[in-house]
């Protein structure tokens, strides 16, 4: 009797496995909202790797991140202003899945003094973080990008995108190879030649050997701002470098947040933006074609791993500008996003002809094999977002 128990309990066993896997395999796209546990806010920006296949979503506006797992993982949470934490996907068992974030704050930041300039600082931090960067590696990207003109949406642009990256002496080269795209709307060539969007062409030179701090990395501009480094109480291991124009400099000046790992000496988290009166302070609508920068703001954020990752994992760029043509004011805005939603140290071989060499994705064919905007994009739509789309796509069909 008992050598016949012993295989109905394997058996037994082996059936509940089975029934394991199958209901988490219908049950594998998962929705979750990050709030803050204080103030029940949604929290966007929040960075939800997958570690198991180093897969990577961002919350959106509403603190909404969608996925879609083939099989049961460890999810990592991270926010610069929030304990990060690992979550077991089997315990997300609603169909939205409320998680709340802690912030780690219960000080006010202080002011770090030092005896090298936070100039010099931060030459070194920019040194040490190019050398630290995860290369070669293999960048598997998604790129939203939203234009307007005169408050009217007119384009829009998505698109999945291969970045190779290679070293390449000092710097590094990269390869592209596109996935899928779509373009929504129609740009006309004489009236919209200043809509531009990302340049993939020096893209990841701009990220990847920090392009966006040279302006304040000169020695010149040592005078024209003021440096200061504070601590950073959400995160005991990061400082902040605050970087700011003095009110009596001229010009597009902007201001700089740079968030760092004090002791790894690499950098988290960049933010700069420019200060709406000394925009306007700068412009001048009389000169015909002069762009005039009436906002402009990016933020980019890399995910570090102990000493074996070191990566881009989300960027976003905005700017707004005034220009007068043929007379008439022209209004134009632009948002894009960046999303690293697969990173891996894997080369991939590729014919040298299916290398993407254009700047932009705007003048690529629509290439859509699968609704890869949606969870496969890691950064969900918001309603305004998805209402934006389907003006276009309304007057797609009008047409």
């Not at 896997?21 to 103030?39: A, C, G, V």
């Not at 919350?59 to 460890?74: C, E, F, H, Q, T």
């Not at 030459?123 to 005169?150: C, D, Q």
């Not at 993407?356 to 918001?382: A, E, P, Q, Y």
Request: net charge negative.
């Amino acid at each position: 009797m008992l050598k016949l128990l012993l295989p109905m309990r394997r058996i037994y066993f082996l059936f509940l496995v089975i029934c394991c896997l199958k209901t988490f395999s219908q049950e594998n796209e998962l929705t979750i909202l990050f709030k803050d546990i204080e103030s029940q806010l949604p929290v966007d920006e929040v960075t939800l790797t997958v570690l198991r296949t180093k897969e990577s979503f961002i919350s959106n506006a509403d603190g909404m991140v969608k996925i879609n797992l083939k099989r049961p993982s460890y999810l990592e949470v991270s926010h610069s202003s929030y304990k990060k934490f690992i979550v077991k996907s089997i315990t997300l068992k609603e169909e939205e899945n409320v998680i709340y974030l802690e912030s780690t704050v219960n000080k006010l930041p202080e002011i770090i003094l030092t005896k090298d300039h936070p100039q010099d600082i931060l030459k070194g931090l920019v040194e040490n973080s190019k050398n630290r960067l995860s290369v070669p590696a293999n960048l598997r990207v998604y790129i939203r990008e939203f234009f307007k003109k005169n408050e009217a949406n007119i384009l829009y642009n998505d698109g999945l995108v291969n970045f190779q990256i290679l070293k390449d002496k000092s710097s590094i080269k990269t390869d592209i190879l596109v996935e899928q795209n779509r373009v929504l709307g129609i740009l006309n060539e004489k009236t919209d030649k200043d809509i531009y969007g990302y340049n993939l062409n020096n893209l990841m030179e701009n990220y990847y050997q920090f392009k966006y701090l040279d302006e304040i990395l000169d020695n010149k501009f040592k005078k024209k701002f003021d440096f200061q480094i504070k601590s950073y109480p959400e995160n005991e291991d990061y400082y902040q470098l605050i970087v700011k124009p003095l009110d009596e400099e001229k010009g597009y000046l902007f201001d700089f947040i740079i968030l760092y790992d004090y002791n790894k000496r690499i950098i988290i988290e960049i933010e700069s933006f420019i200060q709406p009166n000394r925009a306007e302070q700068n412009a001048d609508y009389a000169i015909s074609g002069k762009k005039n920068v009436f906002k402009s703001a990016f933020k980019m954020t890399y995910r570090v791993k102990g000493n074996e990752e070191y990566y881009l994992v989300y960027a976003k760029e905005e700017i707004g500008f005034l220009a007068k043509q043929n007379k008439e004011m022209i209004k134009t805005e632009v948002r894009n996003y960046f999303v690293t939603n697969k990173f891996t140290k894997r080369l991939f071989t590729y014919d040298v002809k299916e290398i993407f060499k254009d700047k932009t994705l705007l003048n690529r064919n629509n290439t859509i094999l699968t609704d890869f905007w949606d969870i496969d994009s890691g950064l969900v739509l918001t309603q305004e977002e998805q209402d934006f789309i389907d003006s276009l796509t309304e007057d797609n069909e009008e047409q």
